[in-house]
């Protein structure tokens, strides 16, 4: 899982309100290869959501 550390927006509000996220890349980033649709979406809260399609859908981990 690529550490990209950046915030996520939860603006179509899928995932809890009230809580703050940060999303990371499944696989690591190469020059010149696409990043692909999956995601690791980790909560404040502790919670980790999985998805595969960009945010789309999501599945809870923990």
Do not use: A, C
């Amino acid at each position: 899982m690529m550490m990209r550390n950046s915030k996520l927006l939860n603006g179509e509000e899928l995932l809890p309100d009230g809580i703050k996220y940060k999303e990371y890349d499944v696989y690591p980033y190469q020059k010149g290869v696409p990043r692909g649709t999956e995601r690791i979406v980790i909560g404040e809260d502790g919670s980790i959501w999985y998805t595969q399609d960009h945010y789309q859908t999501f599945i809870r981990i923990k």
